[in-house]
């Protein structure tokens, strides 16, 4: 077995398994968190519209912080954006979903995908930098934080040399493309990588929690 029929083989089989498992693992511990019974009342319109209120809320910054939080919020922007793009608009990837999903639709242009590449991965290095040399950022930083990018732009590195045939057989850039998802796959339940699957819910309990606080968010 050479190393590309491994990649997308076992190894895809096994870090599938991992990330489903963990998956699941994760939100039975969210569900079962216990949870105290709140009897104020909810203000600014109830639970439901102050939930869905902060969800909105949430995707831009309080305007008195805007304008030192504008270079992070570009980069979080253009990370999360251009990873959609990536994952969801490249004819492989588009294959490998229908191939368990049976779902499919039309990709997008190649030089599309590039582009959105390159920006990604510049938008990581600039998140990496600005954490190295950012005292408090530095500071606040720990290992899920490092290893959290690193699984992260391991994949967008790899796609884009396997993509121009840059350093090596295409067999061997896929089979290491390949391998650096399963990393990001296996690493995903365990990391801040979660917050993709939390984040809506997160902030519609925050929200629904604030109404009961008094306070509008």
């Given amino acids: 077995m050479d190393l590309l029929e491994f990649a997308r083989g076992p190894a895809l089989q096994v870090a599938s398994l991992i990330f489903a498992a963990g998956l699941v693992w994760r939100l039975i511990h969210?569900?079962?968190?216990?949870?105290?019974?709140?009897?104020?009342?909810?203000?600014?319109?109830?639970?439901?519209?102050?939930?869905?209120?902060t969800i909105f809320s949430r995707f831009v910054h309080h305007q008195p912080?805007?304008?030192r939080t504008r270079n992070g919020t570009l980069l979080a922007y253009t990370t999360h954006i251009g990873l959609a793009i990536i994952v969801f608009g490249s004819a492989p990837h588009i294959l490998f979903i229908e191939s368990f999903s049976g779902l499919s639709w039309t990709p997008?242009?190649?030089?599309?995908?590039?582009?959105?590449?390159?920006?990604?991965?510049?938008?990581?290095?600039t998140s990496l930098g600005r954490r190295l040399s950012?005292?408090?950022?530095?500071?606040?930083s720990n290992f899920d934080d490092y290893f959290t990018w690193l699984v992260t732009t391991l994949p967008v590195v790899t796609g884009l040399l396997a993509v121009a045939h840059v350093g090596a057989r295409y067999e061997m850039?896929?089979?290491?493309?390949?391998?650096?998802?399963?990393?990001?796959?296996?690493?995903?339940?365990?990391?801040?990588?979660?917050?993709?699957?939390i984040a809506i819910g997160s902030r519609y309990t925050t929200g629904v929690t604030f109404t009961r606080r008094g306070a509008r968010v």
């Fill in 108 to 125: 997008l242009p190649n030089v599309v995908i590039h582009v959105a590449g390159a920006l990604t991965l510049a938008a990581l290095l």
């Fill in 134 to 140: 950012h005292p408090v950022l530095k500071m606040l």
């Fill in 65 to 67: 912080f805007r304008r």
């Fill in 30 to 53: 969210i569900f079962l968190i216990p949870k105290k019974t709140d009897i104020s009342e909810a203000r600014f319109g109830g639970e439901k519209m102050g939930g869905l209120r």
């Fill in 173 to 197: 850039l896929l089979a290491i493309h390949i391998l650096s998802f399963n990393v990001f796959l296996i690493w995903f339940p365990f990391g801040k990588l979660m917050h993709s699957f």
